[in-house]
C-alpha cells in the first residue's frame, strides 16, 4: 500500500460523473475552494474539502502516515489533460512544405504529388523500431510536460502490413514503459501509399483488401489497437470506401472514430453517426446534418483548433455542437502535417478564441469528454474517489486564468496515479 497526499489545494475544478458531457452539462464543473486528494496505490480514495477544524485535523492526521506528500502550494488543480487525437508515431518531418504552402499549394495540392502524408510514410518506413520508439517517446515526456497523461496515438504513416504493426508494437511497448497512459488507434486508411496508386496492385479495392482480410483481423488477434479510424477526405477515402472497412473493424470488436469533414464535406459525419462511432474527428466544415447525424448516433466531435489554425481554415462549429447536444472534445492532432504542435494548452486558447467555448466546457472538453472518446471515462477524466489519481497541478490559481494566458507553459506539476511525472523547475 501507498499513501499519497495531494495538500494545500487552492482550487480544485473537475466535471463530475463517468460518462461524455453534452448540452449544458458541457458547462457544469465541481469547484471546491481549500481542498486535499488522499490517493492509494494510484487511486483517489478521499477528497477533504474547507478549512473546518475536521478538515485540518484529518489532513494533519494523512499527513503523518503518508508515504508522500505533494504541496500543491494553493495553486489550482484540475484531472490530467487527456489528448484524445494525436498520430505521434511518425519518421522525419514536413518542414520543406513550408515554402510550397506560402506560395499557395494546399494540403491536398501536396499530398497529391506524392508529397504530404506520404512523404512521412517513406520516412516511417525506413525508421527503425528503436528511432520510432525513443522518438515518440520524447513526444511523450513532451505531452506530460504540458499536463498530459493519457494520450491516444494513431498509426498510419506505414500503410503496409509490417510498418503499421511495427509501428504498433512500437506503441504497446511505450504503453508498458511510459507514465503515460498510450492508448492505440489503428488508421491503416489513411492514405492511398504509391504502390496502390494508378490502379496497382487493384488500387483502393486491393488496398481495402489488405486491410480488410490481413491487417483488421491480425490486429484483433494480437491486441494491437484499442480503435480503428479512417480519413474520410476528398481524394483520400470516400465514405462507400470506408464503410466496409469500419463494418469489419466493428465486427471484430474495435470501437470505430473517423476523420471526417477536414476539409470537405464528403459525408464521413454522416457515416461515423450512422455506423455509431465512437468519435467523429476534425469537423471543421460540418453542417447542421452532419451535427444532427452525430446526436443520433451518440458520436462524440473530437475537434482539432491547432489544425484549423495551422491550415489557415475555418474552425469546427463547436457551439453548435453543444447546442444540439453533441458532447465536444477538443485535441491537438499533433502530426507531422497539417498540426506540428502537440500543447494541448495552446489548444485550450485556440478554442477560447475561435470556438467561444466557456472555460467550463473546455475542461470538460479535455477531461471526461476526451476520456469518453477513448472508453477511459471510468478510470480517468475526473477528480473523483474510485478513479485513478492522474491530476495537473497548475502554476495560476483559476481555470480562466489558464484560458487567458496563451503561450506559456502554466503546468507546476504533472502526475500519474499519484507519482509526479513531470514537474516545472
Ligand atoms: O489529422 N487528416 C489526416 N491526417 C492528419 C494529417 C496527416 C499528415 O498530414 O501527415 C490530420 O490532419
Ligand atoms: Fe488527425
Known amino acids: 500500500m501507498s499513501k499519497v497526499l495531494v495538500k494545500n489545494i487552492g482550487r480544485l475544478q473537475t466535471p463530475v460523473g463517468s460518462y461524455a458531457h453534452k448540452g449544458s452539462e458541457q458547462t457544469e464543473n465541481l469547484v471546491l475552494d481549500n481542498a486535499n486528494i488522499i490517493i492509494d496505490n494510484g487511486m483517489i480514495s478521499e477528497i477533504i474539502s474547507g478549512n473546518g477544524e475536521h478538515s485540518k485535523a484529518r489532513v494533519l492526521e494523512v499527513e503523518k502516515e503518508a508515504d508522500n506528500v505533494i504541496d500543491a502550494g494553493g495553486h489550482l488543480v484540475t484531472p490530467g489533460l487527456i489528448d484524445s487525437h494525436t498520430h505521434m508515431i511518425f519518421g522525419g518531418y514536413r518542414q520543406h512544405e513550408l515554402p510550397k504552402k506560402l506560395r499557395g499549394a494546399t494540403y491536398l495540392d501536396i499530398l497529391r504529388e506524392g508529397g ?87 488500387g483502393k479495392v486491393g488496398f481495402m483488401d489488405l486491410m480488410i482480410q490481413k491487417l483488421l483481423p491480425y490486429i484483433a488477434e494480437h491486441d494491437l489497437a484499442d480503435f480503428v479510424d479512417i480519413f474520410v477526405e476528398d481524394e483520400v477515402f470516400s465514405p462507400e470506401e470506408g464503410k466496409p472497412y469500419l463494418e469489419k473493424a466493428k465486427e471484430l470488436g474495435f470501437d470505430i472514430k473517423v476523420h471526417a469533414d477536414e476539409i470537405k464535406a464528403i459525408g464521413g459525419t454522416e457515416l461515423a453517426g450512422e455506423l455509431g462511432a465512437k468519435s467523429a474527428e476534425h469537423l471543421i466544415v460540418t453542417d447542421d446534418e452532419g451535427i444532427e447525424a452525430l446526436a443520433k448516433g451518440g458520436t462524440i466531435a473530437v475537434c482539432l483548433p491547432g489544425t484549423s489554425f495551422y491550415l489557415g481554415s475555418k474552425f469546427a462549429p463547436a457551439r453548435e455542437m453543444i447546442k444540439k447536444g453533441v458532447p465536444v472534445a477538443i485535441a491537438t492532432d499533433f502530426n507531422p502535417g497539417s498540426c506540428p504542435n502537440l500543447n494541448l494548452q495552446l489548444m485550450i486558447n485556440v478554442a477560447i478564441l475561435k470556438y467561444k467555448m466557456l472555460p467550463e466546457e473546455i475542461l470538460t472538453a479535455i477531461t471526461i469528454n476526451a476520456a469518453a472518446a477513448l472508453n477511459r471515462e471510468h478510470l480517468v477524466g475526473t477528480v473523483e474517489i474510485g478513479k485513478q489519481a492522474d491530476l495537473l497541478i497548475w502554476n495560476v490559481d483559476d481555470f480562466n486564468m489558464a484560458c487567458y494566458r496563451y503561450g506559456s507553459n502554466l503546468v507546476d506539476k504533472t502526475i500519474k496515479k499519484g507519482e509526479v511525472i513531470y514537474e516545472q523547475r
Open 116 to 202: 504530404g502524408i506520404n512523404d512521412t510514410v517513406r520516412a516511417t518506413r525506413a525508421a527503425d523500431e528503436k528511432t520510432l520508439y525513443d522518438k515518440t517517446s520524447a513526444f511523450l515526456d513532451e505531452t506530460a510536460s504540458f499536463g498530459v497523461t493519457t494520450c491516444e496515438i494513431k498509426s498510419g504513416y506505414g500503410l503496409d502490413f509490417d510498418t503499421e504493426i511495427k509501428c504498433l508494437e512500437v506503441l504497446k511497448d511505450l504503453n508498458k514503459k511510459h507514465p503515460v497512459d498510450v492508448v492505440p488507434t489503428f488508421m491503416g486508411a489513411h492514405a492511398l501509399p504509391p504502390e496502390y496508386a494508378d490502379g496497382k496492385n487493384g
